[in-house]
């Protein structure tokens, strides 16, 4: 199981910390990805992080903005998210692969992604 937290209201600018917490298993050897999903618009990748940490991909919109991290000895990942904009405004979901893809290729398309959070409100808004 994921549960993730740390969404809530924020101004324009403003920053937030996104956390996924896992139980039940180890994170250890997966693939971890931030999604999001806008009112009417397709769930899209965000970030994800190799099973080292070593690896990382962003979308091009979150790209100098958000930055993922990964401590495998708490079993979380984190997001944290700076300069926020109201179009950042969404559900965010975190999720894990086992997937013997690229970080990339996993966090183009959902399909890879096994285990799901229930996600966290993010609203940009003054």
């Known amino acids: 199981q994921l549960v993730e937290s740390g969404g809530g209201l924020v101004q324009p600018g403003g920053s937030l910390r996104l956390s996924c917490a896992a139980s039940?298993?180890?994170?250890?050897?997966?693939?971890i990805g931030w999604f999001r999903q806008a009112p009417g618009k397709e769930r899209e990748g965000v970030s994800c992080?190799?099973?080292?940490?070593?690896?990382?991909y962003y979308t091009n919109s979150v790209k100098g903005r958000f930055t993922i991290s990964r401590d495998n000895a708490k079993n979380t990942v984190l997001l944290q998210m700076n300069s926020l904009k109201p179009e950042d405004t969404a559900i965010y979901y975190c999720a894990a692969s086992n997937a013997r893809s690229s970080v990339a290729t996993v966090c183009r398309d959902a399909r890879y992604l096994e285990v799901w959070g229930q996600g966290t409100l993010v609203t940009v808004s003054s």
């Open positions: 039940g298993f180890s994170l250890d050897y997966y693939i």
């Open positions: 992080v190799s099973s080292s940490g070593g690896t990382t």
